[in-house]
């Protein structure tokens, strides 16, 4: 499975005002409560930052803002989102395989990958939940294939 079918099986994300093609972005300048408001709103567990909403400059965590609430306490609401977003944020494209990017967000420790086109402008984000949704439903598809050829239908 590539990336692109991984897009395409997004649709409705479930989410209220956020549907699957929806690429959340937030501007680096913006400040850290402020993308803590959106990732609560929107009930997502990351944001693209970006200053053009084009081009991703980098990503925010929940998790990225736990750690440094926990390490400097609730003055880190008020840091610009630069302050704390992962700058060498990691891309794929359409083209890309699913258990690809699986692997490399698995062993990156990261559960969100901004998918770009050739030019770095982002077509969308897929999360590992995607990777591993579009896996079982490969894994459905061969168990039933299978299964059609040993009962003969």
């Known amino acids: 499975m590539l990336v692109n079918q991984l897009l395409s099986m997004k ?4 989410k209220p005002g956020v549907e699957g093609a929806t690429i959340v972005t ?3 300048t913006d ?3 402020d993308a803590v408001r959106v ?4 009930r997502i567990g990351a944001v693209v930052v970006s200053s053009d909403g084009k081009r991703p400059d980098g990503i925010l965590s929940e998790r990225d803002i736990v750690r440094q609430l926990g390490k400097n306490g609730a003055a880190v609401l008020d840091t610009p989102i630069s302050d704390l977003m992962t700058k060498q944020v990691q891309t794929c494209t359409r ?3 699913a258990l690809v990017i699986l692997d490399r967000m698995t062993k990156g ?5 901004p998918v770009v086109d050739d030019e770095g402008n982002m ?5 590992i939940g995607d990777a591993v949704s579009g896996r079982l439903k490969e894994l459905a598809a061969e168990k039933e294939a299978l ?3 040993i009962m003969g239908n």
């Open 31 to 33: 400040t850290v409560a």
């Open 26 to 28: 937030v501007k680096p």
């Open 11 to 14: 649709g409705d994300s479930g």
């Open 147 to 149: 299964t059609g050829m």
């Open 39 to 42: 990732l609560s709103d929107l």
């Open 123 to 127: 077509l969308g984000v897929v999360s």
């Open 95 to 97: 083209s890309e395989d």
């Open 109 to 113: 420790r990261f559960r969100h990958l």
